[in-house]
């Protein structure tokens, strides 16, 4: 049934169309280049020139080329001024025969993409040519794609791995900051006012958000750079960067939330640091490059009601445990925040399946949206226990024996949920399903 409603929602929603702008893209994809993939040249060129689907930024870019000889030179590249998603290298191929290319860059979603494409050079070019200073040669962790002729655009060149230890980061460390959020809004909340903050797991569960997320920052940093070094020049063009900001903002405002509750003691500023963290974390990955105005909001709201739902089952986990509280008045508070968090995370994730995959064959056809499919089950396995929870326990939850049943079905929403907040860190990092058909028109569209 959720299945259904979920094809129903994606098809009434307005489509997306491929005139809309480079944000329809959901990595940076390169377009076209001169010299062209595959041409033959009469002379050597003297310069290089890649356009992309995004805007990219030059120093976080590598474009390295393979001449006959089979010595590989790293190009300095810039932005070209007039065109901030082209980037231009001078290049030296002053011997004929066969050259690769292979670029590194990151899209505007913070991901990094990487390709290949040839070119064949008949005969030497015999003018002088000036060169752009190179660097040392490292070699590109983008996939091996080649780059078809500008009059027929390919599919996006996107990474051909999935970077696991940075998944695992941002998911663990998400949904720790979530779960301890959540905690502190119960607390904030409860009738018995700031006393019954659970500062003690709340404060643990900050804490360990926050280290990960600052090792996620780095491993996110190790994973985009063309080097694998973090040089000054380097650290200046993240920080220089929209997804450079946002990451580094992100780590702050987690931090900034550890201080106010460890130290300051200051709950409710600690939520809302905390809750500052989980907006701009809404504006970090694919909502960042694919129709931002709808998918940065939505994913905060996912977030957030995240937050509140399973602060909420651990809220009732720690009270069933006191006998100085009104757990029946709290748990029927928490089915209340818990049925309006459901209806949010539902609506903000249609939006997203929507904008994030092309068609409802996505779903089982593409590895997102096999992750995406797992979350939908992970979600209908979640509502059946809170309606469980909600039309047959609730009502008798005045019986104390009643507790040990409903304790038992909340720490089994509590692993579901975590289960699933661990397979968002993995789709914020696995690329989503993209239309040939749409880049070939943007392409096309790009070169007249």
């Known amino acids: 049934m959720k299945q259904i409603l979920l094809f129903a929602c994606f098809m009434l929603i307005s489509p997306v169309t491929a005139n809309g702008g480079a944000n329809e893209f959901f990595h940076a994809a390169l377009l076209h280049s001169t010299p062209a993939a595959n041409s033959h040249l009469a002379r050597a060129p003297d310069s290089l020139r890649l356009v992309f689907s995004e805007g990219v930024v030059a120093d976080l870019s590598q474009v390295s080329l393979v001449g006959p000889a089979g010595k590989a030179v790293v ?18 191929a002053a011997l004929p025969g066969r050259y690769r290319v292979t670029w590194h860059v990151v899209s505007a979603d913070g991901h990094p993409v990487g390709g290949t494409f040839e070119f064949t050079v008949e005969s030497a070019r015999n003018e002088a040519t000036t060169k752009l200073p190179a660097t040392g040669v490292t070699p590109s962790r983008g996939s091996d794609t080649v780059i078809a002729s500008p009059t027929v655009p390919p599919a996006p060149a996107q990474s051909s791995s999935t970077p696991v230890l940075a998944s695992l980061l941002r998911g663990v460390g998400l949904g720790a900051m979530m779960a301890g959020l959540g905690l502190l809004f119960f607390g ?54 929209t997804p450079g900001r946002a990451e580094m903002l992100r780590v702050a405002l987690a931090l900034l939330a550890l201080w106010a509750v460890a130290l300051a003691r200051r709950s409710v500023l600690a939520l809302i640091l905390g809750s500052a963290c989980l907006i701009v974390s809404g504006a970090i990955g694919h909502p960042a490059g694919i129709q931002p105005l709808w998918t940065i909001p939505s994913k905060a709201i996912h977030l957030l009601s995240g937050s509140a739902w399973l602060g909420g089952l651990l809220w009732l986990v720690t009270d069933a445990r006191r006998e100085d509280v009104d757990f029946p008045a709290e748990a029927r508070r928490v089915s209340k925040i818990a049925l309006i968090s459901v209806v949010l995370i539902l609506l903000s994730g249609v939006i997203q399946i929507r904008f994030f995959l092309r068609e409802p064959g ?15 089950l992970g ?70």
């Open 188 to 241: 904030a909340t409860a009738r018995t006012g700031q006393a019954r903050v659970p500062g003690s797991l709340a404060t643990r569960l900050i804490a360990f958000g926050s280290v990960l997320l600052v090792a996620h920052l780095l491993a996110w940093l190790r994973n985009i750079s063309p080097s694998g070094a973090f040089d000054s020049g380097f650290v200046a063009s993240v920080l220089g960067s």
């Open 379 to 448: 979600l209908l396995i979640l509502i059946g226990l809170g309606a469980f929870n909600r039309y047959l326990l609730l009502p008798v939850v005045d019986d104390s024996a009643t507790r040990p049943a409903l304790s038992r079905t909340v720490r089994q929403e509590v692993a579901i949920i975590t289960a699933l907040i661990i397979i968002g860190g993995f789709l914020a990092y696995v690329a989503t399903p993209s239309s040939a058909r749409d880049q070939a028109t943007m392409a096309m569209d790009r070169a007249r």
């Open 75 to 92: 190009l300095r590249v810039a932005n070209d001024p007039h065109d901030v998603h082209a980037l231009i290298g001078a290049i030296d």
């Open 362 to 376: 996505d779903l089982i056809h593409s590895d997102y949206g096999e992750l995406a499919s797992l979350k939908i």
